[in-house]
């Protein structure tokens, strides 16, 4: 399966869970979304989001987030966001990072809720009406996405991907209905035999779908791979600043069939 | 004493506030707390610093969410909170004002009520930034400070109100302070970077400091 096949996997109007910048986003599969003229997805971030989000959003792909966060980090605000958000276009729901992780943790638990400590006094608390408070303790509950996207360093022919420390994709995946990972190198045989590389694999029971996607995170990083990109990572903070820039940056970056995920 | 940078006097006030710390953790995008945490580190070999998004030797192997079960369970003393909006009552909005949207309230609704000593830091003084009133509260808490670019503020618990500790240069601060607070008669100016604290900054520290914040570095130090 390629890049493209696997985005043609996530329904319209799907709620599909994305991780930031800094953490194995599967940014050829989310081209491969906008080619594909994808429709009124619910993107979840865990716990935030950067480019994947910005990108979606700019492309008229997304009616609703649900994020701690949108940022471009050192690059800035996130522009399409932003704008998106002051114009009413799309709709957000805000919440915070361990509010996230605790309703993924409580999906791959198959518990209802998870207590959190604090939060309560944030207007996030009023804003939510999910959250409840049960004898003085907010119970945040459990969040299933219809989908996971992520990309990961090494697919394995058993169907297992290897993420290493960014645990957080595990749990993400263990909370999903369904999870999808683009990888930069295919490994041969089984990782779960590898006794130093099977701490970071996520097994093919939770995965769903893998495609080859080479340098599939540019312009962000893989880590211990290739870094972020950050020239033109400034490059598209200042190009989305408005609604031409920005088409004028998908035009050339993302809608030239061939040209996406090769830079120079 | 010579001359020095902005972000070094900011940076020192911060290694002061850290005195008697063990671990402070420091969220995204916030190079000046970084410096200050180092700056302490350098003096004080037994405290640790947490950097969230480090980019090589992240101390973190369980994903984005074990600095919030670090913090639940009190093992970081410190950390450090900013705000589109701050206000007199220590809460914090990174979430909407004046029509404008901001990225979000990220970790802090959580950090802020758990975390032993919350540092407010925001290096914009104005009225539009130090408000009366938060438009929305992303988090809300007893800070232990709030440094900006002009002023240091103490927090008072029994009067739940920020105290005017100093200023950085000789200005008039309830001018461009948006919400009320107590001050001495006379406000002292803060304590420059002492020549050890300056060596330490440029030497050791900027070193540390420009791997994960390069431009910063650039900027700061000239270091490429």
Same mark, same amino acid.
């Given at each position: 399966?390629?890049?493209?096949?696997?985005?043609?996997?996530?329904?319209?109007?799907?709620?599909?869970?994305?991780?930031?910048?800094?953490?194995?986003?599967?940014?050829?599969?989310?081209?491969?979304?906008?080619?594909?003229?994808?429709?009124?997805?619910?993107?979840?971030?865990?716990?935030?989001?950067?480019?994947?989000?910005?990108?979606? %959003?700019?492309?008229?792909?997304?009616?609703?987030?649900?994020? $701690?966060? @949108?940022?471009? /980090?050192?690059?800035?605000?996130?522009?399409?966001?932003?704008?998106?958000?002051? &114009? /009413?276009?799309?709709? @957000?729901?805000?919440?915070?990072?361990?509010? @996230?992780?605790?309703?993924?943790?409580?999906?791959?638990?198959?518990?209802?809720?998870?207590?959190?400590?604090?939060? %309560?006094?944030?207007?996030?608390?009023?804003?939510? $009406?999910?959250?409840? %408070?049960?004898? /003085?303790?907010?119970?945040?509950?459990?969040? &299933?996405?219809?989908?996971?996207?992520?990309?990961?360093?090494?697919?394995?022919?058993?169907?297992?991907?290897?993420?290493?420390?960014?645990?957080?994709?595990?749990?993400?995946?263990?909370?999903?209905?369904?999870?999808?990972?683009?990888?930069?190198?295919?490994?041969?045989?089984?990782?779960?035999?590898?006794?130093?590389?099977?701490?970071?694999? %996520?097994? $093919?029971?939770?995965?769903?779908?893998?495609?080859? *996607?080479?340098?599939?995170?540019?312009?962000?990083?893989?880590?211990? @791979?290739?870094?972020?990109?950050?020239?033109?990572?400034?490059?598209? *903070?200042?190009?989305?600043?408005?609604?031409? /820039?920005?088409?004028?940056?998908?035009?050339?970056?993302?809608?030239?069939?061939?040209?996406?995920?090769?830079?120079? | 004493?010579?001359?020095?940078?902005?972000?070094?006097?900011?940076?020192?006030?911060?290694?002061?506030?850290?005195?008697?710390? +063990?671990?402070?953790?420091?969220?995204?995008?916030?190079?000046?707390?970084?410096?200050?945490?180092?700056?302490? =580190?350098?003096?004080?070999?037994?405290?640790?610093?947490?950097?969230?998004?480090?980019?090589?030797?992240?101390?973190?192997?369980?994903?984005?969410?074990?600095?919030?079960?670090?913090?639940?369970?009190?093992?970081?003393?410190?950390?450090?909170?900013?705000?589109? =909006?701050?206000?007199? #009552?220590?809460?914090?909005?990174?979430?909407?004002?004046?029509?404008?949207?901001?990225?979000?309230?990220?970790?802090?609704?959580?950090?802020?009520?758990?975390?032993?000593?919350?540092?407010?830091?925001?290096?914009?003084? #104005?009225?539009?930034?130090?408000?009366?009133?938060?438009?929305?509260?992303?988090?809300?808490?007893?800070?232990?400070?709030?440094?900006?670019?002009?002023?240091?503020?103490?927090? =008072?618990?029994?009067?739940?109100?920020?105290?005017?500790?100093?200023?950085?240069?000789?200005?008039?601060?309830?001018? =461009?302070?948006?919400?009320?607070?107590?001050?001495?008669?006379?406000?002292?100016?803060?304590?420059?970077? #002492?020549?050890?604290?300056?060596?330490?900054?440029?030497?050791?520290?900027?070193?540390?400091?420009?791997?994960?914040?390069?431009?910063?570095?650039? +900027?700061?130090?000239?270091?490429?």
């Amino acid at each position: 399966m390629n890049a493209e096949a696997l985005a043609a996997r996530i329904p319209d109007g799907a709620l599909v869970a994305l991780p930031p910048d800094y953490s194995l986003p599967a940014m050829e599969a989310v081209r491969c979304l906008i080619r594909r003229k994808s429709r009124r997805l619910r993107l979840l971030g865990v716990p935030v989001l950067g480019l994947c989000a910005d990108l979606l %959003i700019g492309a008229g792909c997304v009616a609703e987030v649900e994020t $701690s966060a @949108v940022s471009l /980090g050192e690059a800035g605000l996130a522009p399409r966001f932003t704008e998106a958000v002051e &114009r /009413g276009e799309i709709k @957000v729901r805000d919440a915070t990072c361990p509010a @996230v992780h605790s309703a993924l943790q409580a999906a791959e638990k198959g518990v209802a809720y998870m207590p959190l400590r604090g939060v %309560i006094g944030s207007d996030l608390v009023q804003a939510r $009406s999910d959250w409840k %408070i049960v004898d /003085g303790v907010l119970n945040i509950p459990a969040l &299933r996405p219809d989908v996971a996207l992520f990309h990961a360093r090494w697919a394995d022919e058993a169907g297992n991907v290897w993420v290493g420390r960014r645990r957080e994709l595990a749990t993400v995946a263990h909370a999903a209905m369904e999870t999808l990972v683009t990888y930069d190198e295919l490994k041969p045989g089984d990782m779960l035999e590898d006794e130093i590389l099977a701490p970071g694999v %996520i097994s $093919s029971l939770y995965v769903g779908g893998t495609a080859h *996607a080479p340098k599939g995170a540019w312009p962000l990083g893989l880590p211990g @791979v290739y870094g972020a990109d950050d020239t033109h990572l400034s490059q598209y *903070a200042r190009a989305a600043k408005t609604r031409e /820039g920005f088409q004028r940056y998908l035009d050339e970056w993302v809608l030239t069939p061939g040209k996406s995920f090769s830079p120079a | 004493m010579g001359a020095y940078a902005r972000e070094e006097l900011l940076a020192c006030v911060i290694a002061r506030l850290l005195e008697g710390a +063990r671990h402070a953790a420091i969220g995204a995008s916030s190079p000046i707390p970084a410096t200050g945490a180092f700056l302490h =580190q350098n003096r004080n070999p037994g405290f640790r610093v947490s950097l969230q998004q480090r980019r090589n030797a992240n101390p973190f192997t369980e994903g984005s969410r074990e600095l919030f079960d670090l913090a639940g369970q009190g093992r970081i003393d410190t950390f450090f909170l900013g705000g589109a =909006q701050i206000d007199g #009552s220590g809460a914090i909005n990174l979430v909407r004002a004046d029509g404008k949207r901001f990225p979000g309230s990220f970790g802090s609704a959580y950090m802020y009520s758990v975390v032993a000593n919350v540092v407010l830091f925001r290096e914009e003084h #104005s009225a539009r930034v130090l408000v009366p009133k938060v438009e929305f509260v992303s988090a809300r808490g007893m800070p232990k400070a709030l440094l900006t670019g002009k002023a240091l503020f103490s927090w =008072q618990k029994d009067r739940g109100r920020f105290r005017l500790e100093s200023t950085h240069e000789k200005e008039d601060i309830r001018a =461009q302070t948006g919400f009320d607070y107590d001050a001495p008669a006379t406000i002292p100016l803060t304590q420059p970077p #002492s020549e050890e604290e300056l060596s330490l900054l440029r030497g050791p520290v900027a070193q540390v400091i420009s791997a994960d914040y390069p431009d910063f570095a650039k +900027r700061v130090w000239g270091i490429n």
